[in-house]
């Protein structure tokens, strides 16, 4: 897994390179919860969707070249202000994601 960081704030737009990948993702709030985008390579995969502690961003295995989660203490609701206090973007690599699925 490797940690994406995230700033402690409520509305943010980045970009990182994950697996020699092109990433630009946003966070934002909205009514009271965390939503995520994402664009990789060019294109949308995902737009909106709500971040919910331990629960992968890419919600089919098809769209999969590795996932992003957000992990919390204690399974927190997503609270911007704990961005890289008690919670943490991670992006888990697909040979990751496959020996998770063997194991459960």
Avoid: K
């Amino acid at each position: 897994m490797m940690d994406v960081a995230l700033a402690a704030v409520p509305n943010q737009q980045f970009f990182v390179q994950l697996e020699g990948r092109p990433y630009d993702i946003t966070v934002h709030e909205a009514a009271g919860c965390m939503a995520l985008s994402l664009t990789r390579d060019g294109a949308t995969v995902v737009d909106g969707v709500r971040l919910t502690p331990g629960t992968p961003v890419l919600p089919y295995r098809y769209l999969e070249a590795g996932n992003l989660m957000l992990l919390t203490d204690g399974d927190a609701l997503p609270d911007w202000q704990q961005f890289g206090v008690t919670q943490f973007l991670v992006y888990v690599t697909e040979a990751e994601i496959v020996s998770l699925r063997a194991a459960a």
